[in-house]
T-cell receptor
Framework: QKEVEQNSGPLSVPEGAIASLNCTYS??????FFWYRQYSGKSPELIMF????GDKEDGRFTAQLNKASQYVSLLIRDSQPSDSATYLC???????????FGSGTRLQVQP | EAQVTQNPRYLITVTGKKLTVTCSQN?????MSWYRQDPGLGLRQIYY???????DKGDVPEGYKVSRKEKRNFPLILESPSPNQTSLYFC???????????FGNGTRLTVT
């Protein structure tokens, strides 16, 4: 079992819809959770981070964390074609040497 | 502007010719790391450094070297590059191993 799992996609949504991206993790002691957006050939860009159970909103983005079920999700409201990218989930644990990344979900927003 | 700067952005070389990819950050971060990214394999950590003169292996360290003589710089060295090291490389920094990572713009390396 991978430590951080994401559906590779592509996830295709129409412009203006809500895109829902999911991520599960295996280490129950994980304490920090991040979503990165990566355009093809470019570097990952931090979108959101969340540390506590519940929802965290920033503009069109909402991160949701459920530690009991060991999943974290990213909602993108009013999806735009410019949101088309690969979204990477990353999980951290205090004292560990690095964030653990999922392989990413490719999102396609259709105009 | 807070940033991580990698150079060069593109590099084509031949098998066995030593090369160095530079990385510098201006955020006074203690933690720096190198990743490679390959299709279907995601981001894999090569080496990391928790502080000056402190480095350690990541998941795929074979064929690579690093050094951390100054806090801001963390070069990646390929002593004898091979074609299987053809990849997209990212340097990243953060204030701690579980904190948000800030990535450089990447170096696309091709070894023929």
């Amino acid at each position: 079992q991978k430590e951080v799992e994401q559906n590779s996609g592509p996830l295709s949504v129409p412009e203006g819809a809500i895109a829902s991206l999911n991520c599960t993790y295996s280490d129950r002691g994980s304490q920090s959770f991040f979503w990165y957006r990566q355009y093809s050939g470019k570097s990952p860009e931090l979108i959101m981070f969340i540390y506590s159970n519940g929802d965290k909103e920033d503009g069109r983005f909402t991160a949701q964390l459920n530690k009991a079920s060991q999943y974290v999700s990213l909602l993108i409201r009013d999806s735009q074609p410019s949101d088309s990218a690969t979204y990477l989930c990353a999980v951290g644990l205090t004292g560990r040497r690095a964030l653990t990344f999922g392989s990413g979900t490719r999102l396609q927003v259709q105009p | 502007e807070a940033q991580v700067t990698q150079n060069p952005r593109y590099l084509i070389t031949v098998t066995g010719k030593k090369l160095t990819v530079t990385c510098s950050q201006n955020m006074n971060h203690e933690y720096m790391s190198w990743y490679r990214q390959d299709p279907g394999l995601g981001l894999r950590q090569i080496y990391y450094s928790m502080n000056v003169e402190v480095t350690d292996k990541g998941d795929v360290p074979e064929g690579y070297k690093v050094s951390r003589k100054e806090k801001r710089n963390f070069p990646l060295i390929l002593e004898s590059p091979s074609p299987n090291q053809t990849s997209l490389y990212f340097c990243a920094s953060s204030s701690g191993g579980d904190s948000p990572l800030h990535f450089g713009n990447g170096t696309r390396l091709t070894v023929t």
